[in-house]
Antibody, heavy 123, light 111 residues
Framework: QLQLQESGLGLVKPSETLSLTCTVS????????WSWIRQPPGKGLEWIGY???????NYNPSLKSRVTISVDTSKMQLSLKLNSVTAADTAVYYC?????????????????WGRGTLVNVSS | QSVLTQPPSVSGAPGQRVTISCTGS?????????VHWYQQLPGTAPRLLIY???NRPSGVPDRFSGSKSGTSASLAITGLQAEDEADYYC???????????FGSGTEVTVL
């Protein structure tokens, strides 16, 4: 059974860079899209961006200038970097696999999800 | 403000049927991209309930069903149970934004 586990620093200072890693186990990364999604405390879900196993990316236009997602299939990991963070970036950050193999990005859903990791932006 | 609109809350007695609407536009729900639904129990990660408008993953009870018409989609829960108390989100792809969008979320309360 595929499992995803997010890891990284839980406290980041304003203006610095948020860095998270998602480790995948129990399955393959090949032929799938992999996304980062976040949820501010008490609020809804926001898609951050995705990366295909071959490295192709697509980012949320509202975050595009600050986001970088990368993948290392040999390590079974994907990573997220969000620079110039502010308090508005405080959220639980989830990684999730997209849909089924071969499904176009436009038709993708998210399953499974990691358990999420809370990142607090504060001085 | 979310691109997909959901009612903030719905409620029902045990055993009743409730529906949650997800209203979008011709660039997301009104396309062939599909609408997907997630259940988020308190303090946990979202879980896929329905994919591609009306398909249930294995393990999801058949009390949950999805439908779509035009630029609106719906999630129905029949035979409401206490364990169904959660937040529910719809999701699709938006061709104008060139990315995924979520609904605003609906809190289901079992009376």
């Amino acid at each position: 059974q595929l499992q995803l586990q997010e890891s990284g620093l839980g406290l980041v200072k304003p203006s610095e860079t948020l860095s998270l890693t998602c480790t995948v186990s129990g399955g393959s990364m090949t032929n799938y899209y992999w996304s980062w999604i976040r949820q501010p405390p008490g609020k809804g879900l926001e898609w951050i961006g995705y990366i295909y196993y071959n490295g192709n990316t697509n980012y949320n236009p509202s975050l595009k200038s600050r986001v970088t997602i990368s993948v290392d299939t040999s390590k079974m990991q994907l990573s997220l970097k969000l620079n110039s963070v502010t308090a508005a970036d405080t959220a639980v950050y989830y990684c999730a696999r997209g849909g089924a193999p071969g499904v176009p990005a436009t038709m993708n859903w998210f399953d499974p999800w990691g358990r999420g990791t809370l990142v607090n932006v504060s001085s | 403000q979310s691109v997909l609109t959901q009612p903030p809350s719905v409620s029902g007695a045990p055993g009743q049927r409730v529906t949650i609407s997800c209203t979008g536009s011709s660039s997301n729900v009104g396309t062939s991209y599909g609408v997907h639904w997630y259940q988020q129990l308190p303090g946990t990660a979202p879980r896929l309930l329905i994919y591609s408008d009306n398909n249930r993953p294995s393990g999801v009870p058949d009390r949950f069903s999805g439908s779509k018409s035009g630029t609106s989609a719906s999630l129905a829960i029949t035979g409401l149970q206490a364990e169904d108390e959660a937040d529910y989100y719809c999701q699709s792809y938006d061709s104008s934004l060139n990315g995924y969008v979520f609904g605003s979320g609906t809190e289901v309360t079992v009376l």
